[in-house]
């Protein structure tokens, strides 16, 4: 039986491993662009930005 913080390093695991890893290439490649005040990113950055937002993650860090 898996306590909470086991399920969250899991998680956590999933996420790194099979969303952000794949996106370090393009990261270094591609990279974000700062443009008229403005900053740009790749698409799939957008993607893995909006599994963390739909997990939660962003807020976990988040003072009260």
């Not at 990279?31 to 997990?55: A, N, Q």
């Amino acid at each position: 039986l898996l306590n909470t913080e086991d399920m969250i390093i899991t998680e956590t695991r999933n996420l790194a491993v099979k969303e952000i890893l794949p996106t370090m290439k393009i990261g270094d490649e591609v990279g974000c662009k700062y443009k008229h005040g403005k900053v740009t990113i790749p698409d799939e950055f957008k993607h893995v930005l909006e599994l963390m937002k739909e997990g939660g993650w962003l807020t976990i860090c988040k003072s009260s």
